[in-house]
């Protein structure tokens, strides 16, 4: 478990619990009151809440909290693919699987250790899953809350086997919003898109925010480091900050595709956007020994907050 000595008793910032299927849950707290909670069922954040114990992601009314199955909401873990263009189950098996606490992890940059309280999680592949995806790695995850709540993901994938292999990810981020038609996301403009409603034909976005008016289910490529998501409703702005992510997926079902998914309500496409930090359109690849880093911090500031505060220097060459 993570903690650092302070004035604030990271100690007591995290507390475990079970849920009802008897698998540990992780609660981290901030001195604000903030929190973030998670399961070693997928690595997977379950809430986030901000200091006024608002939720601040999404998660379905009809969510299936039963293992394999990954919760629908939060942050899922899209590992080792995103989409489900192999032998693989969508998105991967990470997400449908028990991570452990990693109680002795190769130290990260004192940065992301002070002030913040922590969880660090592993995942090795079983048998059964070297049976489908023949690569051996260690996946460490780093799940930590600053001091002003914001939630910070590092994922760390190790090669520890004897060849190379690639793989795709992405953070499955269920952004929870007053109405998807009060949302907008500036950063993404001008920028080439594979449109995943059109056999991911690769397009280019307008010069406008993004917003929503239908289905939408997108990989924005090469994207800048920092993007807005600005909630008119709520008056607030998410800022996703992203580190070896250089890709960005948009995901809205709106109408149709709702009530086709039994885990989600038929109108809760307008509580939702899924924005998410993604390496998708070039798989990542590792040769042995090799480790890949990926961070992504969220955090969330009063709606006054526009693209012009973000640093919008491209992650792609
Ligand atoms: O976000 C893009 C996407 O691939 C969509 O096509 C949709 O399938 C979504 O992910 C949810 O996937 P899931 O496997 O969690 O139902």
């Not at 940065?111 to 260690?138: Q, V």
């Not at 034909?201 to 008016?213: H, K, P, R, Y």
Request: glycine share 6%; charged share 25%; with cysteine.
């Amino acid at each position: 478990m993570g903690h650092s000595a302070a004035v604030w008793d990271y100690r007591a910032a995290i507390e475990v619990t079970r849920d009802w299927n008897g698998i540990v849950q992780v609660v981290l707290r901030s001195p604000q009151g903030a929190s973030a909670r998670v399961s070693l069922h997928g690595g997977q954040v379950m809430s986030w809440k901000n200091n006024q114990g608002e939720e601040l992601l999404f998660t379905s009314s009809k969510a299936i909290f039963k293992p394999p199955k990954s919760m629908r909401g939060g942050i899922p873990i899209c590992f080792p693919q995103f989409g489900n263009l192999a032998s693989l189950e969508q998105h991967g098996f990470a997400r449908n699987k028990i991570w452990a606490v990693d109680e002795n992890p190769p130290p990260l940059h004192p940065n992301d250790s002070d002030g913040k309280s922590f969880i660090d999680l592993i995942l090795r592949p079983s048998a059964e899953d070297l049976k489908c995806w023949p690569h051996s790695f260690e996946f460490r995850l780093r799940i930590s809350l600053t001091t002003d709540g914001s939630l910070l993901l590092i994922s760390r994938i190790r090669n520890v086997d004897g060849k190379p292999f690639s793989f795709s990810f992405a953070y499955h981020t269920y952004l929870s919003v007053s109405d998807i038609s009060e949302v907008r996301i500036e950063g993404l403009e001008t920028l080439d898109y594979l449109d995943n409603l059109c056999q991911r034909e690769l397009c280019t976005e307008q010069g406008d925010a993004l917003t929503f008016e239908s289905e939408v289910d997108r990989a924005y490529l090469c994207c800048t480091n920092a993007i807005a998501v600005i909630d008119h409703g709520k008056k607030r702005t998410f800022v996703i900050q992203k580190e070896g992510l250089p890709d960005v997926v948009v995901w809205n079902p709106w109408d149709r595709k709702s009530k086709s998914m039994l885990d989600f309500g038929d109108e809760e496409y307008k509580q939702m956007l899924c924005v998410d930090g993604a390496a998708v359109e070039k798989p990542v690849l590792l040769r042995p020994g090799e480790e890949w880093t990926a961070r992504l911090e969220l955090s969330v500031v009063p709606s006054s907050f526009c693209s012009d505060n973000l640093d919008m220097q491209k992650t792609c060459f």
